[in-house]
């Protein structure tokens, strides 16, 4: 019993890590169409940086706010230098996204080397809490409010704001938003370094529990993928709701059949896409 | 012209073993040929039906696995050649049925979970395939007598197994079915309209891109005498793509070149250059910016316009004269 | 015996219904215009007579064979063929090449992995003849990106009569087109023999006119008028809907 609750606990919490990685993926494949095949490696960038920045003294939660914005740049400097050329070219979107994510690999051995490196957990949520009798890992609870926390401040941001107004339309019907005004390029930037950001801002926040190693982006892409493809493209909801899921069947899949751990994960996604192209909750159908 | 070219470069693949000393350079040669191979019979998929898929090392490996199995059971080399092939049709026939039930990003992401699915069983399922220590064998084919264990010798089978799906393949793009995969690729709307029944073609396509699939994954076996998971693992589908995409799809010779590139870069500059694999990155990056149909299409319309500079008055009977990439190279 | 005829054909897209009620049988070799403000579901009830959309109610008779059931690809085998409003031609092959796919997709030879396309004389004979029809013979190995738009409009053409249809369906063939290419294309229709029925979707009212036989007047999916050219152009309701009531 005991050892169901952890796993479920573990779930959740590596569920609300999905969430924040694959919001971003979610948004920028719903809106913009690119499959950001970079993705993986923006994440591990942000908990790369935040590597950095923490070994210059700078406390965790700057560190991972600084090091999401410095791959937020990062990723507007992508959109606008690179994949604003290519609207609608999916071919050459994954060409270059693939691209991209060999180098920023390369560059990461490069510049903090072979070996995996762990990211300490803030102090403030060191040690177990108590919950239900049960004793669980602090900082896992941790993780959860903060996804719940982006979880809101996304749904407020693009359900109640003008911005969010704009992404909604360009998702429903690019075409039209650009006919009726909407600086759609300038969207696609925003867009794009909003998910971005989101991802290296993952990256830190899964620091503590996954470690940064070389490799990380080729384990956490297929991941995104898997949620954004359960819950439906360009839908937040979805998202959410996918990452939970996919956080359990991770979990307890690897747990109840370590044989057929990623038969577990990926053939119920198999099983969706069959049946239901666009997801669970998505109204673009890929 | 180009029949001469063909033939030139036809006659130095075939004594490459001769003028290239090393054994090593002969080795990639090998290597480039068959992923050439794969390359091709995934382009058949991109290239021709326009359908993009990133789990093609799903039908590479499991050929490469029904092999291995086979003869580590047993069987002789033909045997197992044919259990391997067998058992890809049979694979995609299933990706297939499965794959086309989506379209555009659909069919990718499913072809994703499949691809994800046999890499999860190679890794996990350790009684059947050994998990990350892979599966060996010992000892490689002897057709007609002819041990391919030595380097040139597997080099020049590898060569004849290349020409022969290089013609096959060319042999279906140029026909009527291959212009109706094209179609189904441009137009799927009409191509229904005019009469075309596009799952079938599309399912016959993917078939034929398998079969091709498995016989380079039977390469690839003999090559290293060794399978393993990585060879059926995500980074191994986009690689094929990258080959793909980065030589030119929908052409001949673009997968070749692409998968030149590729093997190349990963064995002979990975030697000089410790940073290859960003090289690499940048390689593709730069593709998309200057050349984003591909290095081969990128390439004609290089050399078209530097013609046209040289010669203002040739440029009417180049254009005309030129490949389109259609139709062959 | 009608050569096509619609009963009680509806769709509907969520709340929206496109297509209400429609009912027409047009005589064979008959020429039909079909007309209406924008949206009132025309090029709708061509996707469902072809099969691309699925009728949520009603039937399709072709030369009163029922084939609401026949899927959209067999359709063309039983002698339906369409433009398309928006020019849907093969845009990296040539002219040849375009009308080729057309005259294969009848023909068993596009099952065929094994033979040259380009030596299959007697099938690229027929695509010259058809070019011919439309008078672009003379483009035969024009890439398609090198033709003007008039020209390609005729393509369009040609790729549909290239499969010696029982009943054409015209969608909007002159859109975009300047007076000497409507001329064109008006001569090329007017030479189409009386074996093809032709049903046409048109905008252009001088063009269309002239052409029609019999009009249906379709709005908000329904028939709202529908008779002989000048019991059309006389009737009120037909003011109505094109001047706003």
Redesign the interface.
Known sequence: MNLWLILAGNSIAFGGLLFLLSAGFSLI?GLM?I?N?THGSLFMLGAYFAVSLISWGLGFWPAAILAGLGVAAFGGLVERL?LR??PG????Q???T??????????C??GWGGDPISIATPSELRGASRIAGFAFPTYRLGLIVIAIVVAATLWGLVDKTRLGAMIRAGVDDPAIARVVGIRVSRLFTIVFSLGAGLAGFAGVIGGPILSVYPGLD?DM??LA??VV?LGGSGSLVGSFIGSFVVGFLYNFGQAMF??????V???P??VI??LR?QGLFGRV?? | MRRLTLALALAALAMLPLWVGNSYYVNIASQILLYAIFALALNVL?GYAGL?SLGHAGLFGIAAYAGALAINNGATHLVAIVAALAATLVAAAAFAV?AL??????F???T???G??V???A?????ITNGDNGVAINTRPSPFGLSLTSTPNFYWATLIVFLVAVTAIA??A???????L??TR??P??????????WLIRFLAFL?SGLWSGVAGMLFLYYNQFISPQAVA??AS?EA??MV??GG?GTLLGPIVGAALVVIMKNVVSAYIV?W??V??????A???FM?EGIVPGSVRLARWCLAKLRPQVTEVTAAATP????GL | MNALELRGLEKAFGGLRVTADVSLAVDPGERRLIIGPNGAGKTTLFNLI?G?LPADVGSIRLFEHDITRVP??????LGL??T?QIV??????TLL?NV???L????R??????????R?SALLAAARQTLSLVGLDHLAER?LAQTAYGERRRVEIA?ALA?NPKVLLLDEPFAGLSSDERRDVQLLLAAIPREVTIVMIEHDMDVALDFAERITVLHFGKVEVEGTRSEVVAHPRTREIYLGE
């Open positions: 494949f169409r499959p095949l690179l050329r290519l070219a999916e071919l050459a994954v060409l270059v693939l691209g991209l994510s060999f180098m920023i690999a390369d560059i051995l490069l080729q892409l297929p993928l898997v493809i370590p044989e057929l751990a990623y038969v994960l990926f053939l996604m198999l896409l069959v192209p159908a890929a | 991109v993009v499965l039930r989506g379209t555009g990003l659909g990718v992401m499913i994703v979970a499949i994800q699915i890499w999860g069983v890794y996990r399922w350790i009684s042999i279906v140029a026909s009527p079915f291959g212009a109706s094209r179609g441009d137009q709307r009409r191509m229904t309209a005019l009469g075309y029944h596009i034929f995500l980074g986009a793509l990258l995409i980065s799809s940073r694999n960003f690499l990155g940048a390689i593709f990056v593709i998309v910016i984003p389109r990439p259609e139709s | 072809t691309e959209s690809r067999r359709r063309a085998h063929a369409r398309y849907t031609l093969f845009p990296g092959e090449r080729t796919l057309s294969l997709g009848l023909s030879l596009r099952w065929n992995p094994l033979v040259r396309l380009d299959q890439p790729m499969q």
